[in-house]
């Protein structure tokens, strides 16, 4: 019986230290995978880092190759305005001329100063010479001959072409030259006009860009790998990092605009992103050393290396311990899981906000129009913020109009515009300052005053709303985003940080949309101003011309036909009024056409009687050319004259009726007026001939190529006029 227990006890021993043998072995293993499965973990998130970092770096280099392109073919396209400009204001000049015109120097010399980054606009002859610079009047005595920007335009006309960095030889300063072919008649080699750009303009910009240290921006040539800038630059300026020209050149058969690519420069391996400017055959190359992401990855790495230490001790501490804990293990386990996912979640989300951020950044960097720079910003903002309605309204100078929006459904259109959203989120609209509220149906609102929101049936109730001002550079609010959900506490600081963001790029990208539209319209107002300066010039100079002609005319016919001293007075000085009145005509068409009507109507309306019945005018309106005008007006001023003195407008029962037509011929406008009087006392054919009548033959047929036929009827005097009113070409400046 002894025996049967202590064999009992000794099977249950061992039976214990199978078990714990069992458990001993199982913890071990469970040690083992753990720390395989700790170690696999960290080399994992290590190399995911890794290519992580190494990805971000090429998307950095992409995006600022591509803004930096942007901005580059931006700066080329107004300097190629410059020199078309600048071309235009001396066209029609010798360069003996051109170099003596200070007029012409102050021009290009404004042009200049309106350009910050340009340092001189240059104008060289077909040898070179150096004949008109904004630098200094008069030009110093230099050369270009030697220059690629000169050499390269006296073969053929290469458009808008940029010249390798030199050291100026008037300035002294590293610059680059972009040229323009000057042209005879004949198509020949007419010169150069030219601007050197500073290198320190570029230097300045291309350092606002956030890059990864080590980081290198260069402006070079596609045709031959010429760097034209580099950033950082060099000690003395001009000894720039040359460039691996046979792996560019591989890069652009792959891809000929834009692209990433692998190179040697200066012993070390670098990846660059390149970009083509524009449609030129320029690129921004930006590239950083290929282990650039080494540093941060290894503070990262560094950091997960300590979290994996900390865990393999945990790991061996609960591993010594008893088979009992393993529960506590696989709590523990399971706690660290969700945590980790936790965070992975935190990180996705804000890894899609950096997303929709450098998404709408890249939209906001390409795009000028305002509704589509303001629609993308919405679209966004909605995004990030999950809100279910959104819209942008104008500044408080456009009393908050709301100018687009986006909605989840119709009813929340409907919801959001019940809103007086001007009032709720006046803080922003007057001191530029954001406004999150959480529930503005039971909130009060920022002033303390409380407000309510009736339940419409069938639409939603907005609870939560968040306004952010878009705040442009000089402290002026451009609009405010408004944002809204039908839960309570959507938003909060994250929501509000992200829309900070957003609203800097829509600041940068309305601004960026303001200078474009005012460049484009002060350039073409300066066309206009120049056009309309021109033609007001030319047009003087022959109008005084003909109005001297005129009045030389009008003396020496008048001292012919007057009698004495007052006759031939009182004959000059009605005719050089009704000269004059016709001008007056003319000039508030800016010399361009005189109303028929409305010259009639300026010579007879004193003799019409209260009823309007003397004076009977009828035809279509007509508008005289100038050099028709004249002659008509003063005709028909003799005409009135004549009825007044001798006609019809001598008798009170007197009637004069003038009626015309006109008729499209190839040459221009056919006009047939007739002169009827009636009423008068009665007419006899005149003994000599008058200045009126000399006027209507001779001047009318001369000038005009007129047929006139007068009738000396006894019941009045008809004279019919037949003419064809050429049409006067469009004038332009002169050239």
Known sequence: MQFQTSSESISLSQKRRRRSLARGRLTLVMGLFGVAFILLTFGYIAWEQRNRLIQRNEDDLRNAAFFLADHTARLLEVTDLTLRQTMALMQGQSWDQVEASQALWQQIKAVKDALPYIDDVWLNDPSGRLRLTSAQFPAPDTNASGRDAFTAQVTGDQGLFVGEPILGRVTKTPTFMISRRLQDGDGTFGGIASVTVNLSYFYDYWSKVRLPRGSRVVLMRGSDA??????????????????????FDAALRTASQAGLYSFISMDRERVGAYRQVGTMPLYINVSMPQDAYWTPWFVQTRLYGAFALVALLALLALTALASQQFHEQAANAALLERQVALRTHELRTETAALEVLNRTGRVLAAELDLDRIIESVVDAGVELTEAQAGAFFCGAAQDGK???????????????????VRALCAPAFTEGKAVRLDNIAVEQGHDGTPFTVDATPGLPVIRSLMAVPVLLRSGGTHG????????????????????????????????????????????????????????????????????????????????????????????????????????????????????????????????????????????????????????????????????????????????????????????????????????????????RQG?????????????????????????????ALDTVLKQEPNKGPAL
């Open 226 to 247: 010429e760097v034209i800038a580099q950033y950082p630059p060099p000690p003395d300026g001009l000894s720039f990092a040359p460039i691996d020209k046979s792996a």
């Open 402 to 420: 709301a100018h687009y929006g986006k909605f989840a459904s119709e009813g929340f259109n409907e919801a959001f515009a019940a809103l007086d």
């Open 691 to 719: 200045f009126g009548s000399r006027l209507l033959h001779r001047v009318l047929a001369t000038q005009l190529n007129a047929k006139v036929d007068m009738d000396f009827r006894p019941e009045g005097l008809r004279v």
């Open 480 to 687: 405010v985003l408004v944002f809204g959900h039908e839960r309570s506490a959507l938003f909060n600081q994250r929501s509000e940080r992200l829309l900070a963001g957003l609203t800097s790029q829509a600041a940068i990208a309305l601004e960026n949309s303001r200078l474009y539209r005012d460049a484009q319209s002060e350039i073409e107002e300066r066309k206009q101003a120049q056009t309309q300066q021109s033609l007001l010039i030319r047009e003087l100079h022959h109008r005084v011309k003909n109005t001297l002609a005129t009045v030389q005319a009008v003396v020496g016919a008048t001292a012919r036909s007057a009698l004495n001293i007052d006759d031939f007075y009182q004959a000059f000085v009605g005719r050089i009024i009704s000269l004059a009145n016709t001008h007056s005509l003319l000039t508030e068409a800016v010399w361009q056409t005189a109303s028929l009507r409305e010259i009639m109507e300026k010579e007879l309306r004193p003799y019409n009687d209260v009823r309007g019945q003397r004076i009977a005018l009828s035809g279509p309106a007509v508008e005289l050319p100038s050099e028709a005008a004249v002659p008509i007006g003063m005709a028909i001023h003799e005409l009135t004259t004549n009825a007044a003195k001798y006609g019809a407008l001598s008798a009170s029962r007197g009637k004069v009726s003038v009626s015309w037509e006109t008729e499209a011929v190839e040459e221009g406008t056919r006009l047939k007026l007739v002169w009827e009087e009636s009423g008068g006392p009665e007419v006899s054919t005149p003994t």
